[in-house]
Nanobody, 119 residues
Framework: QVRLVESGGGLVQPGGSLRLSCAAS????????MGWYRQVPGKQRELVAV???????DVGDSVKGRFTISRDNAKNLVSLQMNSLKPEDTAVYYC?????????????WGQGTQVTVSS
């Protein structure tokens, strides 16, 4: 079983910064992709950014140039640095990790952390 623990959400003013982190633990053999998605009520969950084990990234158009994703493979940790935050970035942010255990593939989601951008 794979467990994800997210941290770092909160309330920030427009133009401010926040950093989200997500640590994966459990019966992990390897991790392929780690990333972040977000969702607002009434809308589909959307990609924010993902990063592969080799360091390749895919970043959503709405956050390009403002958000940076990084990972620490030794610690099974993925982080999202969010700068120049806008009110439209307000959402619940979910960590997602995909990989393998000793006997199966897994696709795990965190519990979600609220990010609110407001003055």
């Amino acid at each position: 079983q794979v467990r994800l623990v997210e941290s770092g959400g909160g309330l920030v003013q427009p133009g401010g910064s926040l950093r989200l982190s997500c640590a994966a633990s459990g019966s992990i053999f390897s991790i392929n992709v780690m990333g972040w998605y977000r969702q607002v009520p009434g809308k589909q969950r959307e990609l924010v950014a993902v990063i592969t084990s080799g360091g390749s990234t895919d970043v959503g158009d709405s956050v390009k140039g403002r958000f940076t994703i990084s990972r620490d493979n030794a610690k099974n940790l993925v982080s999202l640095q969010m700068n120049s935050l806008k009110p439209e970035d307000t959402a619940v942010y979910y960590c997602n990790v995909r990989g393998t255990t000793a006997w199966d593939r897994f696709n795990s989601w965190g519990q979600g952390t609220q990010v609110t951008v407001s003055s």
